[in-house]
């Protein structure tokens, strides 16, 4: 189904198998699954934000520090984002910075104080630095991260 001419905002998306109940299972506890997004329509982009069927019930999310806190244009760092509140399935992402945009992944949650995740920096783009802000799930960090060309 199109997204449509929906706003920019946070939406839940839920795939559910079987919902008439026609299959025999011993189980049905797996016929739902969601993952709640953050859609930019302007943009067009969407985050992962988690992967429950209900908004993130935890809104004191905060980044203290990101490590390192800068990368030259075609590496591939690992980075570690320290805070509270972080949880399995939390996204992470760059925005309003100019340039190409980082890209992460491997991201993997240890506890829930720490987020590591690798993150590759594209050659090109814009010739000044740019300066990134990170967010992790419902929070941003300014100014988080810089790419040295």
Not at 3 to 9: D, E, L, Q, T
Request: charged share 15%.
């Amino acid at each position: 189904m199109p997204f449509g001419n929906n706003p920019s905002g946070d939406y839940i998306l839920k795939n559910e198998i079987d919902p008439l109940h026609h299959l025999r299972e011993a189980s049905t506890a797996d016929n739902v699954s969601c993952a709640y997004l953050r859609i930019d329509a302007v943009a067009l982009t969407v985050q992962v934000l988690g992967t429950t069927c209900s908004p993130p019930s935890d809104p004191n999310v905060t980044i203290s520090s990101v490590t390192p806190g800068s990368a030259t244009g075609g590496s591939t760092v690992t980075v570690t984002i320290l805070g509270s509140g972080f949880s399995a399935g939390m996204a992470v992402s760059f925005e309003n910075g100019s340039g190409k945009t980082p890209v992460v992944s491997n991201v993997s949650v240890v506890g829930s104080t720490q987020i590591n995740c690798t993150v590759t920096i594209p050659t090109g783009g814009s010739l000044s630095d740019p300066v990134w802000d990170i967010r992790v799930g419902p929070v941003v960090k300014p100014d988080a991260f810089r790419v040295v060309r």
